[in-house]
């Protein structure tokens, strides 16, 4: 628990679901390339990959197949979301520390949200799949609104749902979209360095990332 008499420094955290909370980064490498080499084209290796999520299934597959495959998206799309939407949780685990984190974070008052690109389905089945899923009070996916990270739309969503002030919301992510969501909507933010592209976020000048999932708690209670 928090210390008596003090205040929490947030009291809403929403966090980024790919590389934030789980890590889905082999499923997500598995069904890309299995669309690939459905359209009958090479694979690309992991690294390459990770750096392509965070704007969306659909972006996922445009950079994967690159422009001059730019006509074959929706065949790729289809092949992708078919593939992956039966193999979600095949070594997609939460993160070494997350369910503590987490448990500790609600053990204190705090609200705890997720924003993801990922569709909603997909995002809750991972998080109902992994026994994580109550534990937010609400999941806020790529197709739940009419717009997606980095419009701040989503925020916005959770912030009048908790009736936190922009001032005690905390956006919690590995990748640039993050940021520009954080920065968009006014909140702070705060990177983790275990995401799926950490080179990229670093490069995006982010005040602070924390190392460990239990650096979230500590971060909270000020």
Do not use: C, Q
Request: hydrophobic residues 45%; charged residues 25%; glycine residues 10%.
């Amino acid at each position: 628990m928090s210390r008596p008499g003090l205040r929490p420094r947030y009291e809403h955290l929403v966090f980024d679901l790919d590389g934030t909370v789980v890590d889905s980064r082999a499923d997500l490498v598995a069904a890309v390339n299995h669309a690939l080499h459905e359209l009958g084209l090479s694979e690309l290796p992991p690294r390459t990959l990770y750096g392509y999520v965070g704007d969306g299934a659909r972006v996922l597959i445009e950079r994967a197949l690159g422009p001059a495959h730019a006509d074959r998206v929706p065949a790729g799309f289809a092949v992708f979301m078919e593939y992956y939407g039966a193999h979600l949780l095949d070594t997609t685990r939460a993160y070494p520390g997350m369910v503590e984190a987490l448990d500790a974070l609600r053990g204190r008052g705090i609200t705890l949200s997720v924003l993801t690109n990922k569709p909603v389905g997909m995002s809750r089945a991972i998080l109902e799949g992994l026994g994580l899923a109550d534990r937010f009070v609400e999941i806020v996916g790529g197709d739940s609104l009419p717009v997606r990270k980095p419009d701040p739309a989503g925020i916005e969503y959770l912030r009048r749902r908790s009736g936190t002030v922009l001032a005690r919301m905390l956006l919690v992510g590995d990748s640039p979209v993050d940021v520009l969501t954080a920065r968009a909507a006014g909140i702070a933010f705060t990177g983790v360095a275990w995401g799926l592209a950490p080179e990229a976020l670093r490069a995006a000048n982010v005040e602070r990332v924390v190392e460990h999932p239990a650096e979230l708690v500590t971060l909270v209670d000020g």
